[in-house]
C-alpha cells in the first residue's frame, strides 16, 4: 500500500472543547496525517488557545487560520493552504478511531485503481460503509501543484 499525505481541514465555530478532544483524536492515529488545518470562523481566541494545548500536549502540528463564519468559506480557507495530497473534512466535533487513516489509506488505494469519481463500498466488521471521492479539478491551485487532489468525506 502506498503512503498517502492527507491534509485533514477541521472547520470550528465556538466548540473549543469538542475541537480539543478532535484533534486528541488526530494526535492518537497509527498513521499520522500529513498535516492538520484548523479552521476558525469563531469570534473569540478559545480555539486558538485550545489548539496551543493540542499542540503541546500530543506535539500536533496545527496550522491555524481564521476565516469568515460560514463552512463553506471555512473549507475553502483550508483548501487553500493544504498542502497534502488528499483532503480529508472533519467536523470539529468527531472523535476518530485510532487507525481512521490508516484503514482510510486501505481503503483509498483499492479505489484508486477504479477511477475518479466514483465509490467505493467496504464492510468493516459486518456493517456497510460507504467513502465517496470527487477529485478537486476546479481548484486551480491545486491543479496546478501537480499534485493528485481528491475530497474523502466519510458517509
Not at 481541514?9 to 492518537?28: D, M
Not at 459486518?126 to 491543479?143: C, D, I, R, V, W
Request: glycine letters at 6%; proline letters at 3%.
Amino acid at each position: 500500500m502506498e503512503s498517502i499525505d492527507f491534509s485533514v481541514i477541521v472547520c470550528t465555530r465556538n466548540r473549543p472543547e469538542a475541537l480539543f478532544v478532535c484533534l486528541g483524536s488526530i494526535a492518537k492515529q497509527t498513521q499520522t496525517p500529513y498535516e492538520v488545518i484548523v479552521v476558525d470562523g469563531s469570534g473569540d481566541d478559545s480555539s486558538e488557545r485550545q489548539c496551543r494545548n493540542a499542540s503541546f500536549k500530543w506535539g500536533l502540528i496545527i496550522k491555524y487560520i481564521r476565516a469568515e463564519r460560514s463552512l463553506t468559506e471555512q473549507r475553502n480557507a483550508g483548501i487553500r493552504q493544504n498542502r497534502g495530497e488528499v483532503v480529508v473534512f472533519l467536523d470539529d466535533d468527531v472523535i476518530l478511531d485510532k487507525h481512521y487513516f490508516q484503514k482510510m489509506a486501505a481503503y483509498f488505494s483499492r479505489c484508486q485503481s477504479r477511477g475518479e469519481g466514483t465509490r467505493c463500498t467496504t464492510h468493516p466488521k459486518g456493517k456497510s460503509k460507504t467513502m465517496a471521492m470527487k477529485t478537486l479539478q476546479n481548484f486551480p491551485k491545486l491543479k496546478n501543484r501537480g499534485k493528485k487532489a481528491v475530497a474523502v468525506w466519510d458517509l
